[in-house]
């Protein structure tokens, strides 16, 4: 069935280094990727996604590329600040489903 | 209302005791998802609405499991005989449309289950 991998599990940088964070997915029908951030104890939040018809997308310090051809999309964090301190989990969609399929997350810490 | 809303907000019970957890979607948002989400894991799949129905159960972990949903608004999450292992936080999530994904799920801020 469809899997989504994301890597690496936890990830420490320093404040203003950059973080990156992969996911791979197995379904080439798939073409909506959003990623969520939950800080500790609250809800998932959508902070940035790009669809299948676009290889990068910019939004301020945050960055997503996608790669169909490897079926794999990254998430960039510049200038990381303490408040980036979550878990940041990616999905993806197959065109004409309703499915979200997760990655399993990744626990950023920003050490000031 | 200002997002979903779920309640309770916290949920202590014995093992074997039936439990329901309801879930309030954002206005006119006729999706509905319920998702699973244990201690340091990440989401799991559970169920979908489209308005009142659910064409897609096949996440129900089991039999004990099951989900409803009235007036394409409440829905409720009910966990009969509940085990220790499913001790989790359980998340709502709705959007706006009904036949696409690529819509924004906004959270509710979830109901954590203990099972003693």
């Known amino acids: 069935g469809e899997n989504v991998e994301q890597h690496p599990s936890t990830l420490s940088v320093q404040e203003g280094d950059s973080a990156v964070i992969k996911c791979t997915y197995s379904?080439?029908?798939?073409?909506?990727f959003p990623w969520y951030k939950q800080e500790l104890g609250k809800r998932p939040q959508l902070i940035i996604d790009i669809r299948s018809n676009v290889g990068e997308k910019k939004d301020q310090r945050i960055a997503v590329t996608l790669n169909k051809t490897a079926k794999h999309f990254s998430l960039h964090i510049t200038e990381t600040q303490p408040e980036d301190s979550a878990v940041y989990f990616c999905a993806a969609i197959a065109s004409g489903t309703y499915k979200y399929i997760f990655g399993t997350g990744t626990r950023l810490k920003v050490l000031a | 209302g200002a997002g979903v809303s779920q309640s309770p907000s916290n949920k202590v019970t014995e093992k074997g005791k039936d439990v329901e957890l309801r879930c309030d979607p954002i206005?006119?948002?006729?999706?509905l998802y319920w998702y699973r989400q244990r201690l340091g894991q990440g989401l799991e799949f559970l169920i979908y609405f489209q308005g009142n129905s659910a064409p897609d159960k096949s996440g129900l972990p089991s039999d004990r499991f099951s989900a409803e949903r009235t007036g394409e608004s409440v829905s409720t999450l009910t966990i009969q005989r509940t085990q220790q292992e499913d001790s989790a936080v359980y998340l709502c999530a709705s959007t706006a449309r009904q036949s696409t994904a690529k819509e924004t799920q906004y959270f509710g801020p979830g109901t954590r289950l203990l099972v003693l």
């Open positions: 379904d080439s029908a798939s073409n909506y």
């Open positions: 206005s006119g948002h006729t999706a």
